[in-house]
C-alpha cells in the first residue's frame, strides 16, 4: 500500500504563493497517476489536479490557471505550485494516485487569510 507525506503548507496573504511537496513511498512512482485532492471540514474531499505518467495535467476549474502540478519520478514526488492565492483555496490539502487509494497521509494545512 503506498503511503504518501505531504509537506509545504502555511499561513499565507491573498495573491501570495505556496508550494506543496509530496513524496510516495513505492519504487513504482512512475507508472501512477498522481493528484492533490483538497478537504474543508464539513465538505467532500475535492480533487484539484492530476498529473499523468507521461507528464500531461488537468485542474479543476477554480484553480485553472493559477495552480500548477509536477512530478520528479526519480524522487518519487508530486508538486503542487499555488499562485494568486484566494481565501476559498484554504484547505487541508493531500495528494494520492487517481483514483485513490484507500491510503491517506495527514494532509498540509493551506490558510489563506490576511
Known amino acids: 500500500q503506498v503511503q504518501f507525506v505531504e509537506s509545504g503548507g502555511g499561513l499565507v496573504q491573498p495573491g501570495g504563493s505556496l508550494r506543496l511537496s509530496c513524496v510516495a513511498s513505492t519504487a513504482i512512482f512512475n507508472i501512477y497517476t498522481m493528484a492533490w485532492y483538497r478537504q474543508v471540514p464539513g465538505k467532500r474531499r475535492e480533487l484539484v489536479a492530476t498529473?499523468?505518467?507521461?507528464?500531461?495535467?488537468n485542474y479543476a476549474d477554480s484553480v485553472k490557471g493559477r495552480f500548477t502540478i509536477s512530478r520528479d519520478n526519480a524522487k518519487n514526488t508530486a508538486y503542487l505550485q499555488m499562485n494568486s492565492l484566494k481565501p476559498e483555496d484554504t484547505a487541508v490539502y493531500y495528494c494520492?494516485?487517481?483514483?485513490?487509494?484507500?491510503?491517506w497521509g495527514q494532509g498540509t494545512q493551506v490558510t489563506v487569510s490576511s
Open positions: 498529473i499523468s505518467p507521461g507528464g500531461s495535467t
Open positions: 494520492n494516485t487517481s483514483p485513490f487509494g484507500s491510503s
